[in-house]
Every structure is written in C-alpha cells, then in structure tokens.
C-alpha cells in the first residue's frame, strides 16, 4: 500500500486531493518585446543618388579634360589612366612646375642643358601615364624623350635627350653644323606645352626665346 508522505514545508487539503495548498512560485510570463524601447533598426536613407560625372568629388577620368578655350586635343586610345586621379581633380598642370609654359618655368640653353637637383632629376617630367614624348622644338625639329628608368619620362631624361637633340647635325653632309647653330639665338627654354596624348605618347611643343 502507497503512503503519502507530506514533504517539509507543505500542506494538504482536508479532502486529500493531493494538491498542495502552498502558493506556487508563479512562473513570470515572458515580456512583449512589442513595448520594449529597442533603439531603430539601422537603414540607409532614402536619398537621391548625385548624378556621377567626371570632374565631381570621387569621379575617375582618364585625363583632365582640357579648360574652356585649350587647344589641346586630348586623343586617348588605349592608354593607361594616370596613377592618381585625385591630382586630376585638383586642377594639376599637364607638366612639371620646372618644364611647364604657363607656371613660367626657369629658363636654360638649351645646347647645354641645365643642372637638376638630385631630389628632381628623377621625377615625372610629365603628369600623364605615358612612356613617350615627341617634342617638337621651336618649330625647327623634333625628337623623342623615351622613358628609360620607369614607366613614365623624367627631368633628367627630357634634359639629356634634348641636348644630344640639339647636338645633332642639321645636315649630315655639315656634321659639324648642328641643330643648336641651326637655331641661331634663339636657344634659351621657356617651357613645354601640350598637344595631344594617343597610345602612350604626348605630342609636346618646346617653346624658345631669344637668348638676351
């Protein structure tokens, strides 16, 4: 025979229903999360987007699109983008503040060339990814600075192929006559400017003034 024996701590009913008369714990019924103040569920605000176009903050441009009245004519081809299109966006001169025409560059003879400091000599001649240069100087000739160090040409390589340019003769049947005495005096250096880029070479022109 089964005897029920009271647990400590607890009582029955006169009737024996074997239900105990002690106040259970009440289980806590689990919160609404409906009313709990949960902060708001990150979204990304419906805005308009900014028409992209180059030029604005973040646009990417092969190369700076020439200014209102330029004569330049900018022919790209297939031709690797400049390292640095933030440059782009600040307006950056097509050349070396120490080559540029319109930053009024230092002036030099161009027979003789010019002493570069060692800091410079190897920087870009050219603010453009290209490998090649064909500069036409003053209207007398023309020659080629070849990028020889790295992939674009720099101060001191445009300097030495210039002055072996120069020194070339004007007439191979007059090897001592060359292309410098061809240029009378009008030898000194006034800066370059540009015509056109196509396939990795920039069509330049070297501009010349009077020696005083």
């Given amino acids: 025979m089964y005897v029920r024996t009271p647990s400590t701590g607890s009582s029955y009913s006169s009737g024996g ?15 609404s999360i409906r009313n709990e103040s949960l902060p708001p569920t990150p979204r990304t605000p419906n805005t308009p987007l900014t028409p992209f176009s180059y030029g604005s903050p973040g646009s990417y441009a092969p190369f700076p699109s020439p200014p209102a009245g330029s004569k330049h004519n900018m022919s790209y081809g297939l031709v690797t983008p400049p390292a640095s299109p933030d440059k782009i966006a600040r307006g950056q ?9 319109s930053a009024r560059p230092p002036s030099f ?23 090649r240069m064909l500069v036409n100087v003053g209207g007398f000739f023309a020659f080629e600075v070849v990028a020889q160090t790295g992939p674009v ?36 250096f006034a800066g370059l400017s540009l015509r056109s880029i196509d396939r990795g070479v920039a069509v330049c022109d070297l501009h010349l003034r009077n020696m005083a």
């Fill in 153 to 188: 040409p720099t101060l001191s390589e445009l300097v030495g192929q210039l002055v072996r340019a120069v020194r070339v003769p004007a007439d191979p049947r007059t090897p001592a006559f060359t292309r410098g005495h061809a240029l009378g005096n009008r030898v000194v």
């Fill in 109 to 131: 003879d161009i027979r003789a060339g010019t002493m570069l400091h060692p800091q410079t000599a190897n920087v870009p001649a050219i603010n453009h990814r290209v490998s």
């Fill in 93 to 101: 001169s097509d050349f070396h503040v120490l080559l540029d025409a």
């Fill in 17 to 31: 229903s074997g239900v105990s008369d002690a106040p259970s714990t009440p289980s806590r019924a689990p919160r």
